[in-house]
């Protein structure tokens, strides 16, 4: 099902939580809504699942408004992280539960159903879960009975709400990996809001970045990363240094270093602000042109490379940079010891 919304605004009191959001979301798609915490992924979501009401916009699926149309006519299937699953039944009872509270005509018989549920325990690999209750399972086996319990209306668009926000990062990632399997199987519409970038960027076909109720960017996961439209994207998906910056002469003059960097689209000349990741910056011996003459203050193991703080030896400003183990080691780097920051991606803005 496509889905295209045009405008929606919505206020609780005098707070503005969405402030005209546009999005057009294609059949088949997995769009990622990637916000900091209160940007207002959650309300829309809610707005989407017919939970909630916008105070004015358009909202259109498969070319109908469904704005006047109930939550369990639009069939939409969702997963939250605190739609606890009814502990009072068990694991079969609940994936039966949207199917049982159709109205009389609609309710598929009771043999329908009990053969829809046994299909969709082996779908989410639980198959002798189903005489079980909730308490009795693992919190990734209960978040996999809240899909299939999602899923056995046979929506046609699927929003999940944080639904693995509380687990544990390795069973995070593999629950993950199999539920844009079962997206892509299914041929779903997804609509999935997290503030994790890494979730984001791995799972998303689309990643919308919200903040403050509107929508600052969206586009695919390498888009968003390599090419953010603004600050707030670019600091959002990952670490990143910020330095002030003149643009003069189609470069960046960090200090009284000219550097090559990518420019906001008319590149006038005025003050910049210029963004480099940590993975970004490459120490190069004491004196390197084109490079900002600094001093390692601190390293450390971080997972598979070193993490490196350096000192900006002109005007005393931090600057981080990861490195390989081995960079580490044939550089012989220690602590202390003065260096050049050659920075090899940066991104400027015009300053605010
Ligand atoms: N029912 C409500 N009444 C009053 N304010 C609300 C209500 N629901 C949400 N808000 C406010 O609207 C803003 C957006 O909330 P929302 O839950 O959509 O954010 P979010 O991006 O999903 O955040 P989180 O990641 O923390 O869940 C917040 O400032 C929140 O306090």
């Known amino acids: ?33 990637l916000g900091p915490s209160g940007s207002g992924k959650t309300t829309l979501l809610r707005i989407l699942a017919g939970l909630d009401f916008p105070d004015s916009g358009h909202l259109i699926f498969d070319g109908t408004d469904v704005q006047h149309i109930s939550a369990r006519d639009r069939r939409v299937g969702f997963v939250f992280q605190h739609y606890a699953l009814f502990r009072h039944m068990t694991v079969a009872e609940n994936i039966a539960f949207g199917l049982k509270v159709r109205p009389r005509g609609e309710r598929p018989n ?26 009795q399972l693992s919190g990734g086996q209960r978040q996999r009975i809240a899909l299939a319990r999602a899923l056995a209306i046979e929506p046609k668009v699927l929003l999940l709400d944080e639904p693995f926000g509380a687990l544990d990062a390795k069973v995070r990632k593999d629950l993950r990996r199999w539920l844009r399997q079962l997206h892509d199987e299914m041929g779903l519409t997804s609509i999935f809001v997290t503030h994790d970038q890494e979730e984001a960027l791995e799972l998303a076909d689309y990643v919308a970045v919200m903040s403050e109720g509107r929508i600052e960017q969206i586009g695919t996961p390498d888009q968003v990363y390599h090419n953010p439209a603004t600050p707030f994207v670019f600091e959002f998906l990952g670490h990143a240094n910020r330095l002030t910056c003149r643009i003069a002469n189609g470069k960046a003059a960090i200090g ?37 003459p600094s001093r ?33 080691q044939k550089g012989g780097f220690e602590i202390g010891q003065p260096v050049a920051a050659q920075l090899t991606q940066i991104t400027v803005f015009p300053a605010p």
Do not use: C, W
Request: aromatic content about 6%.
């Open 1 to 33: 099902m496509s889905i295209n919304l045009t405008g929606i605004t919505k206020t609780f009191g005098s707070y503005q939580a969405l402030r005209g959001v546009s999005l057009q979301i294609e059949k088949g798609q997995f769009l990622a809504l």
């Open 110 to 135: 009771k043999s329908v159903i009990a053969d829809r549920v046994n299909e969709l325990l082996r779908l989410v690999q639980l198959e002798q879960f189903g005489g079980r209750y909730p308490t």
């Open 256 to 292: 009284d270093v000219e550097m090559t960097a990518q420019l906001p689209g008319d590149s006038k000349p005025g003050d910049g602000v210029a963004f480099v990741r940590p993975h970004d910056i490459a120490l190069q011996p004491p004196g390197t042109s084109q490079a900002l």
């Open 296 to 328: 390692i203050r601190y390293m450390f193991t971080a997972g598979p490379g070193v993490r490196v703080e350096l000192e900006r030896l002109d005007n005393g400003e931090i600057l981080i940079a990861d490195l390989a183990h081995e960079q580490v």
